[in-house]
């Protein structure tokens, strides 16, 4: 049952509307597609102003479509002559040989082309959770997304982490539920799902329009049941003829096409203009004043605007519908990407971090001083590192000099590109608003942010923008090269892939001497050892896959430590106490501005009963208690670092197993200096002594990543699927949810209310034989999730799905750390 609409002033409107039909083709040759392609090097940063540009992103859990529309998208704006295919393996974005292997985006490509004398920025991300930096460092530097839904699977667990990733930047975003020319697709469950489970507020600005399930299909209906798609904006019927999609016909949709599909569109409409104007003042003076009260009168250009005001907002998200493999859909898409998400203008300024950690915002203008990020590094095996960057004001020049704030480095730009997936067009600049790459950066790296050399002022103040979050590896393997001879090639081709990808990090095992790599999964380090040996040409194997664990103490120590040697005939010395105990709730409160929080401990330096970042003294050299040798000269920022430094090398390696430790409060008081004796290293060694000592004393034990998983079964293996989770692969299960409901009253939350469309009605009969499945919740050690996949389809007989993340580290049994002690030092 649908809820009841009403209009602002509380009575019924009446319907009105023009009965006269327009045809129009639109984006219907190949001419006018290319018409658009006037963005090439020389003209296009003149033919496009920062209004007219998107820079956005297409996020999605995997197999949604994202790479499939992606194709469609430049396949209708003429920048390929035909669609790629994955199956066929010519995609274009997914252009890495192991991406057409195994059909799936890995690498996040961007491209640029234009639509409706706009300026498109497109970046295609990845949908597996093993890959999610990609997402995470595409997001940081989008304006708008649009997020693809399976009209199939409904919203789905990677979904909602990436639907987090870009709300945590505030990105405005567009939705568009696929998929629906497939047996199971429901467009009014998929919207009630974006209210339940991405408590998004949706606003359906499309309805499909099938065929009947009763009716021959005719011969050219390239989107099966899927017969076309109703415009409630436009209140037009769209309709796609040619197989390829090219044509697009827009008519006038009235009650002499479908009276019942008339009918829920003007409920549709209704809707529509209603929840604007709950959100948006604006439309309600359009409604009275042009309308007359009339839903169906309201000009569509206001719902436009008011679609647009309200996004820009984030108050709520459009979503239109289609099948992208049909090629339906994906040119009224463009356009909503046009007509609804932000251009750089749209966007807040960009803030930054000047000295101090004070706070100041970068305004956007092309006049300013030049304020870039670097967001991305792929290595080239001709031009060298790729460095992609967004520019936030000025403009980045050919031959410009820049320095690095983040290395405090200078570096030469030797060329700019704009990028075609893997193909690239050389341009004179990048203007502030847009993406460009940049070749000749040596040391530039994921995160850094880059101003122009003779930028005193921004130099100065150490300015930089917003880093780029990067996930801890869960996964680590040994990598062994075939002989010495290849040592070399291995450590160099390492180097380039631990640039190109900050998530993967490369370290050598003390004890064994072995080289060890981590990830974020089985397949990103199956990924890697593809691209070792394809790619870079490498020699090497690689060893059984195995857990990151993290290390961390359950009681509390103190240790007194002294550091005094002689290196190369000059003796080096430095004393400090260090206070270690179990990080709890309590204290991860305290308020205390003098402890800060990094790598996932709680740490503070204080010397002399006070905290030394709270000391105010402007002198440069900062003294301790004496000492026979007297004062020390190290400036105040030095030996803060210093200590710094030796807290987080005392962290790094636990007791147990070598693990880096979490989860710990760590101060260091007492210190003491020695004049000319002691040096930055000699703090940075002693402080790290003392973490050690503390940590002897303080129960060292083993923490197991911990991951939530998300389990999708028919109802008749719940049992066999809960049973094998909660004891085989010691889970604990949540709960569970069906997505069986399609009354549009489950998904109220408080008063509000959501339009949409019953299903029952877009198709017909049981929503094209849809089977419902239930979702089981469950948090389990990731080490017992090994082979998950291989195990739920014999327990399910092919019929089940999972998906998981990492939420944090949990203690592990006695027993079980024994087990792991042993198995990890070969006992």
């Given at each position: 049952?649908?809820p009841?609409f009403?209009?602002?002033?509380?009575?019924?409107m009446?319907?009105?509307?023009?009965?006269?039909?327009?045809?129009v083709?639109?984006h219907c040759?190949?001419?006018?597609?290319?018409?658009?392609?006037?963005?090439?090097?020389?003209?296009g940063t003149?033919?496009?102003?920062?209004?007219?540009?998107?820079?956005?992103?297409?996020i999605?859990?995997?197999?949604a479509?994202?790479?499939?529309?992606?194709?469609?998208?430049?396949?209708y704006?003429?920048?390929?002559?035909?669609?790629?295919?994955?199956d066929?393996?010519?995609?274009?974005?997914?252009?890495?040989q192991?991406?057409?292997?195994?059909?799936?985006t890995i690498?996040?490509?961007a491209?640029t082309?234009a639509w409706?004398?706009?300026r498109?920025n497109?970046?295609d991300?990845?949908g597996h959770v093993?890959?999610?930096?990609e997402?995470?460092?595409?997001?940081?530097v989008?304006d708008?997304?649009?997020?693809?839904?399976?009209?199939?699977?409904?919203v789905?667990?990677?979904t909602?982490?990436?639907?987090?990733?870009?709300?945590?930047?505030?990105?405005?975003?567009?939705a568009?539920?696929?998929?629906l020319d497939?047996?199971?697709?429901?467009?009014g469950?998929t919207?009630?799902?974006?209210?339940?489970?991405?408590?998004?507020?949706?606003?359906?600005?499309?309805?499909?329009?099938?065929?009947d399930?009763n009716?021959?299909?005719?011969q050219?209906?390239s989107?099966?049941?899927?017969k076309?798609?109703?415009?409630?904006?436009?209140?037009?019927?769209l309709?796609?003829?040619?197989?390829?999609g090219?044509q697009?016909t827009?008519?006038?949709?009235t009650?002499?096409?479908?009276?019942?599909?008339?009918?829920?569109?003007?409920?549709?409409?209704?809707?529509?203009?209603?929840?604007?104007?709950?959100?948006?003042?604006?439309?309600?003076?359009?409604?009275?004043?042009?309308a007359?009260g009339?839903?169906?009168?309201?000009?569509?250009q206001?719902?436009?605007?008011?679609?647009?005001?309200v996004t820009?907002?984030?108050?709520?998200v459009?979503?239109?519908?289609?099948?992208?493999f049909?090629?339906?859909?994906v040119?009224?898409l463009?356009?909503a990407?046009i007509?609804?998400?932000?251009?750089p203008?749209?966007?807040?300024?960009?803030?930054a971090?000047i000295?101090?950690?004070k706070?100041?915002?970068?305004?956007?203008?092309?006049?300013?001083?030049?304020c870039?990020?670097?967001?991305?590094?792929?290595?080239d095996?001709?031009?060298?590192?790729?460095?992609?960057?967004?520019?936030?004001?000025?403009k980045l020049?050919?031959?410009?000099?820049?320095f690095?704030?983040?290395t405090?480095?200078?570096?030469?730009?030797?060329?700019?590109l704009?990028?075609?997936?893997?193909?690239?067009?050389e341009?004179p600049m990048?203007?502030?608003?847009n993406?460009?790459?940049?070749?000749?950066?040596?040391?530039?790296r994921?995160?850094?942010?880059?101003?122009?050399?003779?930028d005193?002022?921004?130099?100065?103040?150490?300015?930089?923008?917003?880093n780029?979050?990067?996930?801890?590896?869960?996964?680590?393997s040994?990598?062994?090269?075939h002989?010495v001879?290849?040592?070399?090639?291995v450590?160099?081709?390492?180097?380039?892939?631990?640039?190109?990808d900050?998530?993967?990090?490369?370290w050598?095992?003390?004890?064994?001497?072995?080289?060890?790599?981590?990830?974020m999964?089985?397949?990103?380090?199956?990924?890697?050892?593809?691209r070792?040996?394809?790619?870079?040409k490498?020699?090497?194997?690689?060893?059984?896959?195995?857990?990151?664990?993290r290390?961390?103490?359950?009681?509390s120590g103190?240790?007194?430590a002294?550091?005094?040697k002689?290196?190369?005939?000059?003796?080096?010395?430095?004393?400090?106490?260090?206070?270690?105990?179990?990080?709890d709730?309590?204290?991860a409160d305290?308020?205390?501005?003098?402890?800060?929080?990094?790598?996932?401990?709680?740490?503070?330096?204080?010397m002399?009963?006070?905290s030394?970042?709270?000391?105010?003294?402007n002198?440069?050299?900062?003294?301790?208690?004496?000492?026979p040798?007297?004062?020390?000269?190290?400036?105040?920022?030095?030996i803060y670092?210093?200590?710094?430094?030796?807290?987080?090398?005392?962290?790094?390696?636990g007791?147990?197993?070598g693990?880096?430790?979490?989860?710990?409060?760590?101060?260091v008081?007492?210190?003491?200096?020695?004049?000319?004796?002691?040096?930055t290293g000699?703090?940075?060694?002693?402080?790290?002594?003392?973490?050690?000592?503390a940590?002897q004393?303080?129960?060292?034990?083993?923490?197991?990543?911990m991951?939530?998983?998300?389990?999708?079964?028919?109802?008749?293996?719940?049992?066999?699927v809960?049973?094998?989770l909660?004891g085989t692969r010691?889970?604990?299960?949540?709960?569970?949810?069906?997505?069986?409901?399609?009354?549009?009253s489950?998904v109220?939350?408080?008063?509000?209310?959501?339009?949409?469309?019953?299903?029952?009605?877009?198709?017909?009969?049981?929503?094209?034989?849809?089977?419902?499945?239930?979702v089981?919740?469950?948090?389990v050690?990731?080490?017992s999730?090994?082979?998950?996949?291989?195990?739920?389809r014999?327990?399910?007989g092919?019929?089940?799905?999972?998906?998981?993340?990492?939420?944090?580290?949990g203690?592990?049994?006695?027993d079980?750390?024994?087990?792991v002690?042993n198995?990890?030092?070969g006992?």
């Open positions: 049952m649908l009841r009403f209009s602002c002033t509380g009575r019924s009446p319907l009105r509307l023009a009965s006269r039909k327009v045809s083709a639109l040759c190949r001419k006018t597609a290319l018409q658009y392609q006037s963005y090439s090097t020389t003209t003149a033919a496009f102003s920062i209004p007219k540009t998107r820079n956005i992103g297409i999605a859990h995997i197999d479509g994202k790479t499939t529309t992606s194709e469609r998208m430049l396949f704006a003429g920048v390929t002559k035909r669609i790629g295919d994955i066929d393996g010519d995609t274009v974005m997914d252009y890495l192991a991406e057409r292997e195994r059909g799936i690498n996040s490509a491209i082309f409706a004398n706009h498109i497109l970046i991300t990845p093993d890959f999610t930096m997402v995470e460092r595409a997001v940081r989008l708008g997304a649009v997020t693809i839904l399976d009209g199939v699977a409904g789905e667990a990677q909602e982490t990436v639907w987090k990733q870009a709300s945590r930047y505030n990105i405005p975003r567009i568009f539920v696929n998929k497939r047996t199971g697709g429901a467009f469950r919207v009630q799902e974006m209210w339940k489970k991405l408590q998004s507020r949706p606003l359906v600005v499309q309805l499909p329009w099938y065929h399930d009716a021959e299909l005719p050219n209906a989107g099966g049941r899927l076309a798609i109703v415009d409630l904006v436009e209140m037009n019927l309709t796609w003829e040619d197989r390829d090219m697009l827009r008519t006038a949709f009650s002499a096409d479908d009276k019942t599909y008339y009918e829920e569109a003007v409920r549709g409409r209704t809707a529509l203009v209603e929840t604007l104007a709950e959100l948006d003042e604006e439309i309600v003076d359009v409604f009275f004043e042009q007359d009339d839903h169906m009168q309201v000009p569509a206001a719902i436009k605007d008011a679609l647009r005001r820009l907002a984030n108050k709520a459009p979503v239109l519908c289609g099948a992208a049909k090629n339906i859909g040119q009224p463009l356009d990407v007509d609804y998400l932000p251009s203008l749209d966007r807040p300024d960009a803030i971090t000295n101090n950690n706070t100041q915002l970068i305004p956007l203008k092309e006049s300013a001083n030049l870039a990020l670097a967001f991305k590094v792929t290595h095996p001709r031009r060298g590192p790729l460095v992609y960057v967004k520019v936030y004001s000025g020049n050919h031959r410009m000099t820049l690095n704030t983040t405090k480095a200078k570096e030469r730009v030797n060329k700019l704009q990028m075609y997936a893997k193909d690239v067009e341009i990048v203007q502030a608003g993406i460009g790459v940049i070749v000749g950066l040596k040391g530039t994921t995160g850094d942010t880059l101003v122009q050399s003779n005193t002022k921004a130099i100065k103040a150490n300015l930089q923008l917003d780029i979050d990067i996930p801890s590896p869960a996964f680590f040994a990598i062994e090269p002989s001879s290849d040592e070399q090639a450590e160099d081709a390492l180097v380039h892939l631990t640039r190109e900050p998530s993967l990090k490369v050598t095992d003390e004890e064994s001497g072995q080289r060890l790599i981590s990830g999964g089985e397949l990103h380090l199956e990924i890697v050892k593809d070792l040996i394809n790619d870079f490498c020699k090497t194997d690689m060893g059984k896959m195995r857990i990151s664990y290390e961390t103490c359950q009681g103190i240790a007194k002294e550091y005094d002689e290196l190369m005939g000059k003796r080096a010395r430095a004393k400090c106490k260090v206070e270690l105990m179990a990080l709730q309590d204290s305290d308020d205390d501005d003098h402890w800060t929080m990094d790598t996932g401990n709680r740490l503070c330096i204080q002399d009963g006070s030394f970042e709270d000391d105010n003294d002198d440069h050299h900062h003294h301790t208690r004496s000492s040798s007297g004062g020390s000269t190290l400036k105040k920022e030095d670092q210093a200590a710094h430094t030796g807290l987080l090398s005392g962290l790094a390696r007791a147990v197993l693990f880096p430790l979490t989860k710990l409060q760590v101060k008081t007492d210190m003491e200096l020695f004049g000319p004796d002691t040096t000699a703090i940075s060694a002693c402080v790290a002594q003392g973490v050690q000592d940590i004393q303080a129960s060292p034990c083993l923490l197991e990543p991951m939530q998983v998300h389990t999708e079964v028919n109802e008749h293996h719940i049992g066999t809960v049973s094998d909660s010691r889970g604990h299960v949540l709960g569970m949810e069906s997505d069986a409901s399609t009354d549009p489950a109220d939350n408080g008063t509000t209310q959501i339009y949409a469309p019953p299903d029952s009605v877009m198709v017909q009969g049981d929503v094209a034989g849809y089977v419902p499945k239930h089981i919740k469950a948090e050690p990731l080490s999730m090994l082979g998950y996949s291989s195990a739920l014999s327990l399910t092919g019929s089940g799905s999972f998906s998981m993340r990492v939420i944090g580290y203690e592990m049994s006695k079980r750390e024994r087990v002690v198995e990890m030092k006992w």
